[in-house]
């Protein structure tokens, strides 16, 4: 990780909006609306929150293109803003 | 060979590494199907103290496509999970191993089988016991009657077993992988030396075998026994998975890795070779993370395969006519990706429909041969390969003829085969412990104590 993504990343942690593994502040990641998962079944808010852990990844900073993985289940969802705030770059 | 760390990335990961695959009417229960697949390749029998065991983190499946599409419509899944009995030793036993239950086997496996039919699971039975591995005499000792306690009925006609067996795949390795050399007729070769014996590179190996045995009606497409061979309904597709979750996290708070997400399959297996010697290098850890019914991708390969462009310049005037060969190889494409249809092979066809995918296609109306032949098919024995896949079957010489052109014939009369192409053979044969003649049908692991290192050359 650069320094300039690195400080990103921590000034955004630091937000208590999101990290990459660990507890987060769920709607601002999934919004007030459960999100569906690739197998069809949605994801709610709870899910994450009673999670002991999970992992957010960025597939494509520019497009905005996420996964959650929690349990067994992984979820798709764009948001531009959170990947480029994680990654440290301004939105377009 | 036949899939033993065949892609650059699940040669990395040999827990996950599927080795072979096998599907046969059982010989001594033939209203049964044996389906087996083997993983972790090239064990070494006194590989310890951390002797080999199956991935409490892998995900390891045997699929059936019965309606055509190429797809799983039943999946067997296998899911594992060790324990450590006495947590003060380094020692994977602290004593004579006699039963699978002994204490003073401190490294115990477990593992449960569940059954997904269209999407529905079922759990057939959990808690199963792995045995251990051969260690020696001493601590494994009678490891035949030990392993004969791993095998466990499901209800009343189906039959699990999953632990360490002897690899019962044999090839040339070393002279194969030296550009192609085939020691009995290496005098023939680019670069000559004198003829001489095969050598199995897979002697002394051990593997893991996961062997299910259950009713032909498990397995077909109405769950009734076909009509006849000529059945569309006899035919069934067979593959084997592995797989592994999405993310792994290594946390050094907790010291144990984290993972999240759901599984994604990292090596699987039809027929033997395929990804080995078909798919070029740049693709073959995609083949591996894909699903047979989208290898309509790769047959191109199987239709222009570069080991039949490969013998002519290995052997030079050896293979005129195939070198002379500039069509589609049709052949190997109903061999590998679709079946074979009726009306090539009098009386037979495994044929699974239009849509091509790497399965091994086995014709379960077929009854076991009396007197079975390793080649198979191409020698006029129905039971055995390419119409699914028996222990003892000589995969490596049935497909380096097919590939030599000996099989152009049966979709292009016009072809004339060259003569090496009913010859040429790596020379080798089972070399470990014999094939069993009942479940699991591989034969006993060489135990550690009693193997031998090999004799290094250089």
Known sequence: MSDATRRGFLVFAGAGTAAAVGAVAVPKILGERPVAAAGGDELQAADLATAESFVVHVKDVKSGELAILVGDREVLLTDRELAARLAGVATA | ?458
């Open chain 2, 1 to 458: 060979m036949s899939s033993h760390r065949e892609a650059p990335e699940i040669s990395k990961d040999p827990v996950a590494d599927n080795t072979d695959v096998y599907a046969f009417v059982s010989p001594d229960k033939p209203d049964t199907v044996t389906l087996i697949a083997n993983f972790i390749p090239f064990q070494n029998p006194y590989g310890g103290p951390n002797f080999y065991e199956f991935g409490d983190d892998v995900l390891y499946e045997i699929h059936i496509s019965n309606s055509g599409t190429g797809r799983a419509d039943i999946s067997y899944q296998f899911r594992f999970h060790a324990e450590i009995r006495n947590k003060k030793t380094f020692l994977y036993n602290t004593g004579p191993i006699s039963s699978i239950s002994d204490q003073t086997w401190n490294r115990p496996q477990y593992y449960s089988v569940t059954r997904v039919e269209h999407g529905r699971s079922r759990i057939l039975a959990r808690n199963l016991a792995a045995p251990p591995v051969n260690v020696g005499i001493r601590s494994t000792p009678n490891y035949a009657k030990l392993a004969g306690q791993a095998i466990h009925t499901i209800g009343t006609h189906r039959k699990v077993f999953a632990g360490q067996r002897a690899d019962g795949f044999f090839a040339d390795l070393g002279s194969i992988f030296d550009l192609g050399t085939l020691r009995p007729f290496q005098m023939a070769h680019l670069i000559p030396s004198a003829a001489a014996m095969g050598v199995n590179g897979l002697q002394g190996s051990n593997v893991h075998t996961i062997a299910l045995q259950v009713p032909i009606t498990d397995l077909t497409r109405d769950g009734r026994k076909p009509a006849g061979v000529l059945d569309p309904k006899a035919v069934i597709g067979v593959y084997a998975s592995a797989s592994r979750r999405a993310s792994k996290i290594l946390d050094d708070v907790r010291g144990i890795p984290t993972w999240h997400g759901p599984y994604k399959q990292v090596s699987r297996l039809g027929n033997p070779l395929f990804n080995e010697v078909i798919v070029p290098m740049a693709e073959k850890d995609k083949w591996n993370s894909q699903a047979p019914y989208g290898d309509k991708r790769f047959a191109g390969y199987v239709t222009k395969p570069e080991l039949a462009g490969l013998l002519p310049v290995l052997y030079p005037g050896v293979f005129p006519n195939l070198a002379a060969y500039k069509k589609s190889r049709a052949d190997l494409a109903a061999i590998l990706l679709t079946g074979i249809p009726k009306g090539v092979v009098p009386g037979f066809q495994n044929y699974t429909g239009p849509v091509q995918a790497d399965l091994l296609r086995l014709n379960v109306a077929v009854p076991p041969a009396k007197s079975p032949n390793p080649l198979g098919l191409v020698a006029g024995d129905a039971a055995g390969f390419p119409n699914g896949r028996r222990v003892f079957d000589d995969v490596v010489t049935v497909e380096l003829r097919a590939v030599a052109g000996l099989t152009i014939p049966l979709v292009d009369p016009s072809f004339k085969p060259d003569a090496a192409s009913a010859a040429i053979k790596d020379g080798t044969s089972n070399t470990n412990s014999d094939y069993l003649t009942s479940f699991p049908y591989l034969g006993t692991p060489a135990g550690g104590y009693q193997s031998k290192p090999g004799t290094p050359a250089a």
